[in-house]
């Protein structure tokens, strides 16, 4: 069965570090993989879209890899801030799905000062 | 950037109301909607994708006639619940994507909290 895995336990780390989110994917062929933050009660806000021919993408103090052949992708936030504090969805967008877009379950990450 | 505007954000009713969700592009021309529900602690599920001025495609085990979707214009797609009960008590986000296809990022509204008494 299709599924899309991040780690369900909440990473805590402190003000400063770079945090690493990572997110699996079985019996998907994505053509794009994308990241989202979504904070309590809110939507999710996009952050970075990566294609299936790409390693890596950056934005600012983020950096998302993308590996097929280990159907992963890790996402990065360098000099993390306690703003940075929110749930982090990684979706799919698989090649013959008629372009929908399939969400993991989500990381919530909690920067301490 | 690109900004969705979704209205109620929260809706608390009665059971057997119908309800009504409103969700606009505010600043581009969505040619394709997208209704997600999720529960707490879980992740979007998607319900139905609408084409402007198309019927939308429901995704499997979503009943079409208890959430009807009308995407009427490059700006509006509104979802209605109809003869909601308790069990569509949920938290409801449109999203909407421009004329790109699918190489375009998606753009979420705020969602809407629905709780039927």
């Known amino acids: 069965s299709q599924k899309i895995e991040q780690n369900s336990e909440a990473l805590n780390i402190q003000e400063g570090k770079t945090a690493t989110l990572t997110c699996n994917y079985t019996?998907?062929?994505?053509?794009?993989l994308q990241w989202y933050r979504q904070d309590p009660g809110r939507g999710p806000v996009f952050l970075l879209l990566?294609?299936?021919?790409?390693k890596e993408k950056r934005k600012e103090r983020l950096k998302v890899t993308f590996d097929t052949t280990l159907k992963q992708s890790l996402f990065h936030i360098t000099a993390s801030q306690p703003a940075d504090s929110a749930t982090y969805l990684c979706?799919?967008?698989?090649?013959?799905?008629?372009?929908?877009?399939?969400f993991g379950t989500g990381t919530r990450l909690q920067v301490t000062l | 950037g690109a900004v969705v505007s979704q209205h109620p954000s929260w809706v608390i009713c009665k059971s057997g109301t119908s309800v009504k969700i409103e969700c606009r592009s505010l600043?581009?021309?969505?040619?394709?909607m997208f209704w997600y529900r999720q529960f707490p602690k879980q992740s979007l599920m998607l319900m139905a994708t609408?084409?402007?001025?198309?019927?939308?495609?429901?995704e499997q085990g979503v009943e079409k006639d208890k959430f009807l979707i009308n995407h009427a214009s490059l700006t509006l797609s509104t979802l209605t619940v109809t003869s909601a009960h308790p069990e569509d008590s949920s938290f409801y986000i449109c999203?909407?994507?421009?004329?790109?296809?699918?190489?375009?990022?998606?753009?979420f509204g705020d969602g809407t909290r629905l709780s039927i008494l």
């Open positions: 600043d581009f021309q969505a040619t394709t």
């Open positions: 609408s084409n402007e001025g198309s019927k939308a495609t429901y």
């Open positions: 990566i294609r299936e021919n790409e």
């Open positions: 979706a799919l967008v698989s090649t013959g799905t008629a372009s929908k877009l399939t």
């Open positions: 019996n998907y062929s994505p053509a794009y």
């Open positions: 999203s909407a994507r421009g004329n790109r296809g699918i190489q375009q990022p998606q753009h």
